[in-house]
């Protein structure tokens, strides 16, 4: 008969406790591990899904040859800007910009030159542009302007100013080959509430096809002489 002492019993349930306490902690930092690593991953994953729908939204709202805002946005932020023009009683004014010539320059230099004088022409009226106000390239050779706090004269001075910066300086091509580049601008100052956005590009539109006639010129729809408010008076830079 085996007498097996209280002392070994108690030794062994000793070293089974600490054999299973050290699994435990072992296993425990095994699965902290896991969690970590995990955790790092989910934020790597949530990081990269921030930067595609950033991606995403700026592909959706900005316009892939020159990179400044497209129609959409540009639509997007004029209606609340004209619901802060009629909530606060300031004033609106789009401009479109037509890119004269443009079908020349493609013929002659070929479309390669055209799309750097779209480039050229976004990054020059971006120069001028108030950082309150929306450049955007509305389609083909046409680009809309929303200055917001303005009034009709402020908003002509503000077109005569982009001309003027526009043909200052040739578009100069990778092969040294110089293109001046002039545009067309229409300027239209929003009637308020009794008129809808749409109206007011239409306006906009028919003045720089007025303008069209001459090249290089600024036309305005229906300007009123109307005193600056004092937040309109700084200059477009």
């Known amino acids: 008969m085996v007498i097996v002492h209280w002392w070994v019993i108690g030794l062994a349930l000793l070293a089974l406790a600490a054999g299973t306490a050290t699994l435990v902690r072992w296993n425990t930092r095994t699965l902290k591990r896991k969690v970590r690593r995990l955790e790092r991953l989910a934020a790597r994953r949530t990081r990269e899904l921030e930067i595609a729908q950033h991606n995403l939204e700026h592909l959706v709202t900005h316009d892939r040859l020159t990179g400044i805002p497209s129609r959409r946005f540009f639509w997007e932020r004029a209606r609340g800007a004209a619901a802060q023009a009629s909530r606060y009683k300031t004033g609106l004014a789009f401009i479109v910009v037509d890119l004269d010539r443009l079908e020349s320059i493609n013929e002659t230099h070929g479309h390669a030159a055209g799309d750097e004088a779209l480039r050229f022409t976004a990054h020059r009226l971006g120069q001028i542009t108030r950082s309150s106000d929306v450049l955007a390239r509305?389609?083909?050779?046409?680009?809309?302007?929303?200055?917001?706090?303005?009034?009709?004269?402020?908003?002509?001075?503000?077109?005569?100013?982009?001309?003027e910066?526009?043909?200052?300086?040739?578009?100069?091509?990778?092969?040294?080959?110089?293109?001046?580049?002039?545009?067309?601008?229409?300027?239209?100052?929003?009637?308020?509430?009794?008129?809808?956005?749409?109206?007011?590009?239409?306006?906009?539109?028919?003045?720089?096809r007025e303008a069209k006639q001459s090249r290089n010129a600024v036309a305005t729809s229906d300007v009123p002489a109307t005193l600056d408010p004092p937040s309109a008076a700084a200059p477009v830079s």
């Open 138 to 163: 509305y389609g083909g050779e046409e680009f809309v302007i929303l200055l917001n706090q303005t009034s009709g004269p402020s908003a002509e001075r503000a077109a005569e100013r982009m001309r």
């Open 165 to 208: 910066h526009l043909s200052a300086e040739p578009c100069r091509l990778e092969d040294g080959v110089e293109i001046p580049v002039t545009a067309s601008f229409g300027v239209a100052l929003w009637r308020g509430r009794e008129e809808d956005l749409e109206e007011l590009f239409s306006r906009a539109h028919a003045a720089v």
